[in-house]
């Protein structure tokens, strides 16, 4: 594994909506779109990494 791969950092869905500062349904809704990656463990555990979603963030307006 190169050096510069971070580990993966999953995350519930809860955690990761408080970690956006979002409401579940917005995460749960993020995927269904294709915004953000969900990972399925058995029948209904999901998680998300959160590098993923560091990642995702786009700077918008200003000197962006």
């Not at 995460?27 to 990972?39: E, H, K, P, V």
């Amino acid at each position: 594994m190169p050096a510069h791969t971070s580990r993966r950092r999953y995350a519930s869905i809860k955690e990761s909506a408080e970690y956006l500062g979002v409401t579940d349904r917005t995460i749960r809704q993020m995927i269904a779109d294709g915004r953000l990656t969900g990972y399925r463990n058995g029948g209904r555990l999901i998680r998300l990494d959160l590098n993923e979603i560091d990642q995702s963030m786009q700077p918008f307006g200003g000197a962006a």
